[in-house]
Each structure stands twice: as structure tokens, then as C-alpha cells.
């Protein structure tokens, strides 16, 4: 077991996109990263492609949003490294929906994987932080989370929870070792962005003061950062790496 720390990742929703670049950059700054997803292919490929670049990884799938597996996902971190100190709370999904026409079970959804399952993930993990009295904790929020987005009012309000529920969070556990802080990326190029409408792409692309999306490295970054001893005095914080479409 590493004795470093900081030294154990969790992160979630690592399959593709910001998770697995969140995954890969943590892994290549040294820590033992524990790769989750709702599909364990998934989460085995990305361990490949840590391993296969000298770092060390597990896979532990499961949905977020299941009490039950998320035991299992703490239980499998622990069993292959021991228990996080770094939890990544990126799981997540994007649907392009008008208001009117979203369900009940649409809205739940979006809730319960994006909401829930932070919930569910730090309240699992948290319990040991404090009592080893060092933590860190960085939910994946968005930028729609603080301005909202056309068609996009589910995933807007589930975002927004994450960001209340890092800032009160954090007040509650920042005196016992255990930092808490989100990140809000802007439009970034992943599977999910790219599935959305183009009409919604370009007008978005055109809107952003840097004129164009990010990429889920330069996300990955700034994880790397809330993560790292140069962060110690970020507590309560939403980090934009948005491309200037939220300026705070």
C-alpha cells in the first residue's frame, strides 16, 4: 500500500472523456488510481492504458447512483490499494431535451447519477478522511450549473446541487483535514459534447470569448491542481476552466 499522502484515486466515470484524462493525469503524477464506470470494459481499457504507461490502476465498476455498488466500488478501492484519500466525483451523462418534454423518470436520472452519486460516493469515502484527518475531495460540475443551458435544465440543476453541495461541504469538514472543492468545465471535446446537436455546438463555439471548447486534458489539469499541495488554500471553490464562458 502506498504510503504517500494523497497517494489513493478515486474517480468516477473515468471510462472516457474528462474521467479517463482525469484518471490518466493523476496516474502519471504517481498516484494508485482506482478507475471506475457504469461499464466495466470501459474502466478495464482505461487501467490498460495507465498500466501500459508504467502507473499504477484498478478497475472497479458500478453505478453511482446504487447505494450497494457504491460499497462495492469502496470495497474494491480498498482491496487494491486501500482507502482513497483523492475523491474524483465526475460521474455523469449529458441529454438534449426541451423542458416540456422531459419526464419524471428523465429528471430523476439526471439527479440521481449526476446528485446522488456524488452524495453517495463522498459519504462512503468521507467517514475515513476525517479520521485519518486528510482528504481531498473535487466534484465535476459545469459551467451550466452557474448560467443554465438551453434544453438543458436537468442536467443545469444537477450540476448546480454539485456546486451547493461542495461549498457547504466544505465549511463542514475544511477544519478536520479534508478539502473540498469543484471543478466547472466549459464545452469540452467529449463523447458527450460531440453528441449533442451541431446547431447547439456552433452557437455555443461562438459564444465563448476564447472561441473554442477545451479538451479533457486541459480539465484534467486543473484537477491535478485542486489536488496538489499548491492547492491548500482552495476550500469551497468552483474552478472554471470554461474557455471565458463563466468569468467569476
Not at 487494491?80 to 483523492?86: L, Q
Not at 422531459?102 to 463522498?122: K, N
Request: overall charge negative.
Amino acid at each position: 500500500m502506498a504510503s504517500e499522502h494523497y497517494r489513493v484515486a478515486l474517480v468516477t466515470g473515468a471510462g472516457n472523456g474528462i474521467g479517463r484524462a482525469v484518471a490518466e493525469k493523476l496516474a502519471k503524477d504517481g498516484e494508485s488510481v482506482v478507475v471506475n464506470d457504469l461499464r466495466g470494459e470501459a474502466a478495464e481499457e482505461v487501467v490498460a492504458r495507465i498500466e501500459e504507461a508504467g502507473g499504477q490502476a484498478a478497475a472497479a465498476p458500478g453505478d453511482v447512483s446504487d447505494p450497494e455498488a457504491v460499497q462495492r466500488i469502496l470495497a474494491a478501492t480498498r482491496g487494491a490499494f486501500g482507502p482513497p484519500e483523492i475523491m474524483v466525483n465526475n460521474a455523469g451523462f449529458l441529454q438534449q431535451k426541451p423542458f416540456v418534454d422531459l419526464t419524471v423518470e428523465d429528471f430523476d436520472r439526471m439527479i440521481a447519477v449526476h446528485l446522488r452519486g456524488t452524495f453517495l460516493c463522498t459519504h462512503a469515502v468521507l467517514p475515513e478522511m476525517l479520521s485519518a484527518g486528510r482528504g481531498i475531495i473535487v466534484n465535476v460540475a459545469s459551467q451550466l450549473g452557474q448560467i443554465g443551458g438551453v434544453e438543458l435544465c436537468h442536467y443545469s440543476a444537477a450540476k448546480a446541487g454539485i456546486i451547493g453541495l461542495t461549498k457547504s461541504l466544505a465549511r463542514e469538514v475544511s477544519t478536520q483535514g479534508v478539502r473540498v472543492n469543484a471543478v466547472a468545465p466549459g464545452p469540452i471535446n467529449t463523447e458527450l459534447v460531440l453528441g449533442l446537436s451541431d446547431e447547439w455546438r456552433t452557437n455555443k463555439a461562438a459564444e465563448l470569448p476564447l472561441g473554442r471548447f477545451g479538451d479533457p486534458h486541459e480539465v484534467a489539469d486543473t484537477v491535478a491542481f485542486l489536488v496538489s499541495g499548491g492547492a491548500a488554500l482552495y476550500v469551497g471553490q468552483t474552478l472554471g476552466p470554461n474557455s471565458g464562458d463563466v468569468m467569476l
